[in-house]
């Protein structure tokens, strides 16, 4: 099973520089300049240049809500890469279901890695 997940972005070289250079995912293709795919762990991300800032950005700031949830194999090891990196990176956080911590990208995306 895969999925395809979708973000909105109004720059798309900046989503794409932070996606591939700041948190190491791969470009996987590219349509012309609105438009283009992003190997996330094994699955798909998509990016989409839009005028308008993604609505949802201010719903998810307003609660523990995420656009993005990554499990991966060692969450401390994950962390310390991506804290070190030039990210926007949370501490752990110890939860009911596990520990987690959540990175901000530009346009403000929150991503989960557990």
């Known amino acids: 099973m895969s999925y395809i997940a979708q973000l909105r972005t109004t720059d798309l070289e ?3 520089d932070f ?3 700041t948190l190491g995912y791969k ?3 590219r349509y ?4 283009a795919g992003i190997d996330v762990e094994g699955q798909v991300l998509h990016l989409k240049r839009v005028d308008d800032t993604d ?3 201010e719903f998810v700031a307003q609660g523990d809500h995420f656009h993005l949830y990554i499990e991966v194999v060692d969450l401390a090891a994950r962390h310390e890469e ?3 990196g ?3 990176v949370s501490e752990i956080k110890a939860q009911s279901w596990g520990r987690e911590f959540v990175v901000t990208d530009p346009e ?3 991503i989960y890695y557990a």
């Open 32 to 35: 012309e300049d609105f438009y």
């Open 14 to 16: 900046q989503a794409l």
């Open 82 to 84: 991506l804290n070190g």
């Open 55 to 57: 609505p949802c950005i």
């Open 108 to 110: 403000g995306h929150r």
């Open 19 to 21: 996606y591939t250079n």
């Open 27 to 29: 470009l996987t293709f």
């Open 86 to 88: 030039g990210a926007q």
